[in-house]
Antibody
Framework: EVQLVESGGGLVRPGGSLRLSCVAS????????MHWVRQAPGKGLEWLSF????????YYADSVQGRFTISRDNAKKSLHLQMNSLRDEDTAVYYC???????????????????WGQGTTVTVSS | DIQLTQSPSFLSASVGDRVTITCRAS??????LAWYQQRPGKAPELLIY???TLQVGVPTRFSGSGSGTEYTLTIGSLQPEDFATYYC?????????FGQGTKLEIK
């Protein structure tokens, strides 16, 4: 079964840091590009970041540029999101998701997210 | 950045009804449009990509169409499990963006 499982969420103070992880199973993780997407309580989906299969290309939303860093370890089949300088408005459920190609999201015709994890909850509060 | 506006934001319908949700983009997105379903407390699931291609395993009562700036998701005959929130997503240009969502409720 194709599966993504996030972990690492929790309660953190404003200005603090947190590292999220997403472990893949059921498919060849090293052949797929990956995303992080979040959803604030009662709100819609917000795309955050993208990384190619080889980690050669990364993109960020303006809202997290300079604060969040996406990375991956293909040997461990894991995706990470290092979140620094956290703000109240970063409170959300964070999802990892797969794009069914290995290359830059903007280079080919495949521009969707086909597999999603169940999410991990991050709460930023004093 | 491209903005996506879904209409309606809320929709009340009955089992067996045919419903249509519209997603309008602030500029042309060349059919780089996907639709997702999210049930309460669950992760989004891909329904349709490239505006009209049904994802493997998705029931054929779901269909997508459109071009340019206007796209639609149609559910042919609502089933109880279809009551959820639906999101469109554009993949034409950075950053990828989602619509605000359409919550489909049981009448």
């Amino acid at each position: 079964e194709v599966q993504l499982v996030e972990s690492g969420g929790g309660l953190v103070r404003p200005g603090g840091s947190l590292r999220l992880s997403c472990v893949a199973s059921g498919f060849t993780f090293s052949s797929y590009s990956m995303h992080w997407v979040r959803q604030a309580p009662g709100k819609g989906l917000e795309w955050l970041s993208f990384i190619t299969s080889s980690s050669s290309t990364v993109y960020y939303a303006d809202s997290v540029q300079g604060r969040f860093t996406i990375s991956r370890d293909n040997a461990k089949k894991s995706l990470h999101l290092q979140m620094n300088s956290l703000r109240d408005e970063d409170t959300a459920v964070y999802y990892c998701a797969r794009t069914p190609v290995s290359y830059d999201f903007w280079s080919g015709p495949t521009r969707h997210l086909d597999v999603w994890g169940q999410g991990t909850t991050v709460t930023v509060s004093s | 950045d491209i903005q996506l506006t879904q209409s309606p934001s809320f929709l009340s319908a009955s089992v067996g009804d045919r419903v249509t949700i519209t997603c309008r983009a602030s500029q042309g997105i060349s059919n780089y449009l996907a639709w997702y379903q999210q049930r309460p407390g669950k992760a989004p699931e891909l329904l349709i990509y490239a505006a009209s291609t049904l994802q493997v395993g998705v029931p054929t009562r779901f269909s997508g169409s459109g071009s340019g700036t206007e796209y639609t998701l149609t559910i042919g005959s609502l089933q109880p499990e279809d009551f959820a929130t639906y999101y469109c997503q554009q993949g034409n240009s950075h950053p990828p963006a989602f619509g605000q969502g359409t919550k489909l409720e049981i009448k």
